[in-house]
């Protein structure tokens, strides 16, 4: 099973890892990030979490191979304080969130995450969930399909893919990937069809609807602040522009200056601002060139100041 991480190297530099600390892996997938956090930990613990019991299966043998100070919780981050409040831990060094997809779900036919192979529409994350792909395509309204595949897709022919998908829908149920990509492929212009694959936008827009990803990222970000220890680090990698301006706005917000007190020398601490952004970060021309997916790959950093 290929998963190679995006922006490993410095996303993991930029956690300035202590032997003896706390941190959290917010998004295991298939233990690529938590495997070199691991390996710098000694005395220190690390939490990781995934719904994806696939993910956790396949992560739990990679970690356990590094060593034994590590816990997987199968759970969304959403519970992020939740889930480590029940074990004691309230503060913590450095978390992070990798908020793509990852190979391995792409290239499983069967979750339904793909347009190049035929599988069932799926999408779910979480196979306990309810809410499928499917459901999404063949229930929803016209007006909340428009809706889902313009603001989460950024799809400019969002209209006419979801009159589309209405349409055929009264003929036939839409059950397969490729039946949703041919109706997606043949609603829109054929010179759109040059510049990108039509139906990677609506793909996207539906995935993030069935797994609710924005709508709990804002209260997992702030939650993974409020956890941060003073000095700790914070690392999230995105790939689309919706977000990264979660990511960016609650950044912004949380590291606010006080205006009487800005661009004054030797503020003391407890004046300084919550967060420190650092530089954003995007994958070098080597990294896209060994793993086409980090193309769209975004990592910001934040340190705890206070």
Do not use: W
């Not at 530099?13 to 706390?22: F, S």
């Not at 495997?35 to 299966?57: P, T």
């Not at 060593?67 to 480590?84: A, C, M, Q, T």
């Amino acid at each position: 099973m290929k998963h190679i991480s995006v922006l490993l190297e410095p996303l993991v530099n930029a956690l300035n890892i202590k032997e003896d600390g706390v941190y959290v892996d917010c998004t295991l997938g298939y233990a690529g990030h938590s495997s070199a956090i691991l390996k710098k930990l000694k005395k220190g613990k690390l939490y990781a979490f995934d719904q994806d019991a696939d993910a956790r299966v396949y992560s739990e043998n990679v970690l356990k191979s590094i060593g034994d100070n590590y816990e997987i919780i199968p759970s969304n981050f959403v519970n992020l304080k939740d889930e480590l409040n029940k074990r004691g831990v309230t503060s913590i060094d450095g978390i992070i969130f990798d908020l793509g997809v990852s190979s391995p779900q792409l290239d499983d036919a069967t979750r339904g995450f793909s347009f190049h192979q035929d599988a069932p529409l799926d999408m779910r994350m979480d196979k306990s969930i309810k809410l499928t792909a499917k459901e999404v395509v063949n229930t929803y309204s016209f007006n909340d399909l428009y809706r889902i595949i313009k603001n989460y897709g950024e799809e400019k022919y969002a209209k006419e893919i979801a009159r589309a998908i209405e349409k055929n829908r009264l003929k036939k149920e839409i059950s397969t990937t490729l039946e949703l990509k041919d109706i997606i492929s043949s609603s829109v212009p054929e010179k759109y069809k040059r510049h990108t694959h039509p139906a990677r936008r609506t793909f996207q827009a539906i995935r993030i609807e069935v797994n609710k990803e924005l709508s709990i990222l804002p209260k997992a970000l702030n939650d993974a602040i409020d956890l941060l220890k003073k000095d700790g680090v914070i690392g999230v990698i995105t790939f689309h522009s919706l977000e990264d301006k979660i990511c960016r706005d609650i950044f912004k917000e949380r590291s606010k200056e006080d205006m009487v007190l800005k661009g004054m020398p030797n503020v003391p601490d407890e004046y300084k601002p919550e967060l420190k952004i650092l530089k954003k970060i995007k994958p070098s021309k080597e990294e896209i060139e060994q793993n086409k997916r980090s193309r769209s790959a975004t990592l910001r950093i934040a340190v705890k100041q206070k």
